[in-house]
């Protein structure tokens, strides 16, 4: 194939899906490559499902490990397949390890690499994600960024500016693709909420991996649902911590299986407010307006925050944060950042068509 996609976990799905469609409309002969870093049902297939992705070409089933030993699977495997019928053109998706080894991989064999996403930074290399955008950055010949800040955080890395597009965000192609699929009502019906109510979603090595850490962060979520009901589709990484550390006892906090896409962004959009330490729904809060308040010490989506909805906020001062979102109005000032239209599949589709000289 002229272009292979390599995707493999739940984020990289709702960003792959628009730029794969795109792509077709130019005629250009694709492969898709799971690299089944996510391989569970609800972390996976119901995302092919919902937004019409193509089946993968080949899932690698490499499945979870250590941050070497999964790396390392996908490498090995993806270059098997990459010698064998290289493409003209690898396309890789966010921050993800998968991301990382399809990057090296198709970078060492001569093939070019295209990063949708690039150019976002934390600033904290203790964040595994910002460690892979930093070396993916770096060896990638297309630069695609989401934001007007991330391109020029690679031009001070000393990226040339001719491989870098600010071309939008594909993720939110993604959810203005389907917004007349969100149902609130059928959402709350659904999962018997009530009108009000705060989603939640965890999974940060820095909130989830260490006991003493699940303790605090459990105090704070349980400090929540005092005030408002939460529902908390909860990502399986740190859930067995968690639990040990007592998150199932509130009345008020629910904690059900991740949710499908469509599920999952209708209940954000009738939510009253987002507690989440996620990337993407930092995104998505901020195109819906829905109050975001993300439980990290950073942020590599900081447009999220001057254009958005979304506020750091830490686990001691989360009950305190909450109960000032829930009294004030809606945000009435929020923006669209610049080029979040819907658009960003056609133009990631139209530079690389022009790459491959058609
Ligand atoms: C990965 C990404 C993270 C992203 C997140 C999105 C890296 C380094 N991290 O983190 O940037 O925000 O995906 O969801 O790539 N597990 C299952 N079923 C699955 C997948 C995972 O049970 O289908 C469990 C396993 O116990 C596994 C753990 O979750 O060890 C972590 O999975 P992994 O893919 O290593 O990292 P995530 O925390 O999901
Ligand atoms: N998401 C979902 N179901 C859930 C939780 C999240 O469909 O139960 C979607 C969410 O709408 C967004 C993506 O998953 O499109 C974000 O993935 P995640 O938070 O796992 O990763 P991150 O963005 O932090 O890397």
């Given at each position: 194939a002229a272009v292979l996609h390599v995707a493999g976990a739940r984020p990289n799905f709702p960003k792959a899906a628009p730029v794969i469609r795109a792509l077709d409309r130019f005629g250009i002969r694709q492969r898709l490559i799971h690299t089944g870093q996510h391989y569970d049902e609800r972390m996976s297939d119901v995302f092919f499902r919902q937004l019409g992705?193509?089946?993968?070409?080949?899932?690698?089933?490499?499945?979870?490990?250590s941050h070497a030993s999964q790396t390392a699977a996908i490498m090995t495997h993806l270059e098997e397949l990459l010698v064998a019928d290289p493409p003209e053109l690898t396309v890789i998706y966010g921050d993800v390890n998968s991301a990382l080894a399809a990057a090296l991989v198709a970078t060492k064999l001569h093939i070019p690499v295209a990063h949708v996403e690039?150019?976002?930074?934390?600033?904290?290399?203790?964040?595994p994600e910002e460690v892979n955008r930093i070396v993916v950055d770096r060896v990638s010949d297309l630069l695609f960024a989401t934001s007007p800040d991330a391109a020029v955080h690679l031009g001070n890395e000393g990226i040339a500016a001719d491989r870098i597009y600010l071309v939008g965000n594909p993720m939110i192609d993604t959810l203005l693709d389907n917004l007349d699929r969100f149902d609130i009502a059928g959402i709350r019906a659904a999962l018997a909420l009530p009108d009000r109510y705060i989603v939640a979603t965890l999974h940060r090595p820095a909130n989830v991996d260490d006991p003493v850490d699940a303790n605090d962060l459990v105090k704070a979520m349980h400090s929540v649902a005092d005030q408002i009901p939460v529902i908390l589709p909860l990502h399986p990484r740190g859930r067995s911590h968690l639990e040990n550390a007592?998150?199932?006892?509130?009345?008020?906090l629910r904690v059900v299986e991740p949710l499908g896409y469509i599920e999952f962004v209708s209940l954000v959009r009738g939510a009253a407010a987002v507690v989440t330490d996620s990337g993407g729904v930092q995104e998505e809060t901020t195109m819906l307006g829905v109050p975001c308040l993300t439980l990290?010490?950073?942020?590599?989506?900081?447009i999220t925050i001057t254009h958005g909805t979304n506020r750091l906020v830490s686990r001691a001062a989360l009950a305190e944060v909450v109960a000032s979102t829930l009294k004030a109005e809606r945000p009435a000032t929020w923006r669209t950042p610049p080029?979040?239209?819907?658009?960003a599949g056609e133009r990631i589709a139209e530079v690389i068509a022009g790459e491959l000289g058609l």
């Open positions: 992705l193509r089946e993968p070409d080949i899932n690698l089933g490499v499945g979870s490990g690039a150019g976002l930074r934390s600033f904290d290399r203790s964040m007592g998150l199932l006892s509130h009345r008020a990290r010490p950073n942020t590599e989506r900081p080029l979040w239209d819907g658009k």
